[in-house]
C-alpha cells in the first residue's frame, strides 16, 4: 500500500492507450490512516490520496484493457488491475492491493 501511494505519480507520467469500459465506477482502500481513491473516467484514471482526511496528492492517466486487465501507467511498464465482484485488484511488482468499489 505505502508503495502505491508514493509511486503512483511516477508510473503516471506516460500511459498506456485509453479505453472506456470502467467508466463512471470509483474504488477506494485504507491502511494506516491513507485513504486512496481510484476514480475511471472516459480514458483517464484519477487517484486521490488522503492522509488522516486531508487530501494530500491527485493524480490522474490514462488507462487501457488487454482481456479482463487493466492497464494503468506507462506503455512499457504498466501496472495491472483486475476486477472481481465488488473489488478491484491493483496488481504491482510487490504484490496486490484489494479496493473496494464505492460507486
Known sequence: MKRLIYIIPFMCLL?????????????????EGHNVTMTFKDSIVEFTIKANGEVVGEVSCEYSFVSDTILIGKPDNCDKAIIKGNKLLFIEKSGTTELKKIK
Open 15 to 31: 500511459a498506456c492507450s485509453s479505453n472506456t469500459g470502467v467508466k463512471d465506477t470509483s474504488w477506494t482502500v485504507e491502511e
